[in-house]
């Protein structure tokens, strides 16, 4: 039976998300193009007609994760998202938390391509922090953005060294605990 072109995208689309989950749970290297079609709903066979190379789909999955990222915190305060990002909930939901903390370590030995497709999610996240710097000088704006960097590296950092406990280890909640605390009080600075 024929795919209509709508099917097609449907599917595609389907397959992207799938791996942006799986990608974000189990690595980059932890995810077979099989086992992926078949979380997906689909034999591997199909994976050609939709993407060129597991790069090519690792690229518009990394996209994929970091919109997802951006809509969950798209309007929050900084406190709010601090809150919902440096907290044991994100840190056990790899599936359907952040790429970059999931992901980073394994983008960094990817193409650049896909270090850019992580740049350019860096700096979203890094716009949402910086709304309201209009009416600052060039030199404010600097160093807001500094502030804003230091202050989205810990949180980032903060779940992958939480993560990298044992799930039941008191220190992965003393570093969520001790970073979010940090951050929150920096906040009158950004």
Known sequence: MRVTKVQA???????????????RERGYD????????????????????HFSSKAHLIDEAAA???????????????????????SRE??????DGCTIAALCGDAARQSESIKATFAGGIE???????????????????EKRARAIC????????IM????????SSLADDILVACRTEMLASLAYI
């Open 161 to 168: 060294l939480s993560r990298a406990c044992p799930d039941d």
């Open 30 to 49: 932890g995810v077979g193009v099989v086992d992926l079609m078949a979380a997906a709903g689909f034999t591997h066979g199909g994976f050609y007609k």
């Open 124 to 142: 979203s996240m890094l716009g949402a922090l910086l709304v309201d710097d209009k009416g600052l000088s060039e030199e404010g704006r600097s």
């Open 151 to 158: 202050l989205m590296s810990s949180a980032i950092g903060a």
């Open 90 to 95: 994100h840190r056990d939901h790899l599936g």
């Open 64 to 86: 994929c994760g970091l919109s997802q990222t951006m809509a969950k915190s798209k309007g929050l305060e900084h406190k709010d998202f601090i809150k919902l990002y440096v």
């Open 9 to 23: 995208e449907m599917n595609r689309a389907h397959i992207v998300k799938t791996a942006s989950t799986l990608f």
